[in-house]
């Protein structure tokens, strides 16, 4: 499922390839943006209890899709949007926007979504608990 465009958002080109060996799974907001905020939200997570903790860091990986990109594309994503979300943006910000500030789409909705509906152009995960 790594490198499945059948199952994660991808680009226009990921979806041409010919092998899950020309792409690369990537993640919407990178990993170095995902910690920061989990670490921002509260000074010592030792004094949250464990349910509150863990919807909190469910909602916030919620936002984080993981994106099937090109190996170019990837490349594209060099510099600072390889670990930020580039000049101005933050968690709080749309989830794909570092693909349009890499001139790989023009706006979060050029990205294919599967039908399953797991992933939106909002980023948001919806469980199949949530279909039923």
Excluded at 37 to 48: A, G, Q
Excluded at 87 to 116: D, M, T
Aim: net charge neutral.
């Amino acid at each position: 499922m790594k490198r499945d465009v059948t199952a994660l958002p991808h680009t226009a080109a990921a979806a041409r390839v010919l092998s899950p060996s020309e792409l690369r799974h990537e993640h919407a907001v990178p990993r170095k943006i995902v910690r920061e905020h989990l670490t921002s939200l509260h000074v010592r997570w030792s004094d949250v209890d464990e349910d509150t903790a863990l919807a909190e860091i469910a909602e916030v990986l919620d936002r984080c899709p993981p994106v099937l990109v090109t190996i170019e594309e990837d490349r594209q994503l060099g510099g600072p949007l390889r670990a930020g979300m580039g000049k101005g943006g933050s968690f709080e910000e749309a989830p794909f926007a570092r693909y349009v500030r890499a001139g790989l789409v023009a706006s979060a909705g050029e990205l294919r979504f599967p039908p399953n509906g797991l992933w939106t152009p909002e980023g948001r995960y919806r469980s199949s608990a949530k279909h039923q």
